[in-house]
Nanobody, 121 residues
Framework: QVQLLESGGGLVQAGGSLRLSCAAS????????MAWYRQAPGKQRELVAV???????NYADSVKGRFTIARDNAKNTVSLQMNTLKPDDTAVYYC???????????????WGQGTQVTVSS
C-alpha cells in the first residue's frame, strides 16, 4: 500500500504565504501524477495543481501565478508553495497521487488525510 503524509497547513492573513508538503511512502512500484486538491465547506473537491513524473505542471486558473507545485521524484515528495493567499483559498488541501504499489500492475488513486489552510481577511 501507499501512504501520503501531508504537512504545512495553518492560519495566515490575506497576502501571506504557506508551503504544503506531501511524502509518499510504503511499498511503491511506481508513481505517476502527483497533485494537490482542495475542498472548501459546501463545495466540491477541486484540482489545484498537478505535476507529472516527466515534470509537466498544470494549475487551476484561480491559482495561476500565485501557487507553485514541485516534486522530487527521487524522494517521492510533492510540495505546493502558496503565495499571495486570499480568503477564497481557505479549504482543506489534499495530496493525491496515481501510483502502482508493489505486487500490482494496476494504478491506484491515493489520498492524503488533508490539511487545513485558513486565510483571514
Amino acid at each position: 500500500q501507499v501512504q501520503l503524509l501531508e504537512s504545512g497547513g495553518g492560519l495566515v492573513q490575506a497576502g501571506g504565504s504557506l508551503r504544503l508538503s506531501c511524502a509518499a511512502s510504503g511499498s511503491i512500484r511506481s508513481i505517476g501524477n502527483m497533485a494537490w486538491y482542495r475542498q472548501a465547506p459546501g463545495k466540491q473537491r477541486e484540482l489545484v495543481a498537478v505535476a507529472t513524473s516527466g515534470g509537466t505542471t498544470n494549475y487551476a486558473d484561480s491559482v495561476k501565478g500565485r501557487f507553485t507545485i514541485a516534486r522530487d521524484n527521487a524522494k517521492n515528495t510533492v510540495s505546493l508553495q502558496m503565495n499571495t493567499l486570499k480568503p477564497d483559498d481557505t479549504a482543506v488541501y489534499y495530496c493525491n497521487t496515481l501510483a502502482v504499489p508493489q505486487g500490482s500492475w494496476s494504478t491506484h488513486n491515493y489520498w492524503g488525510q488533508g490539511t487545513q489552510v485558513t486565510v483571514s481577511s
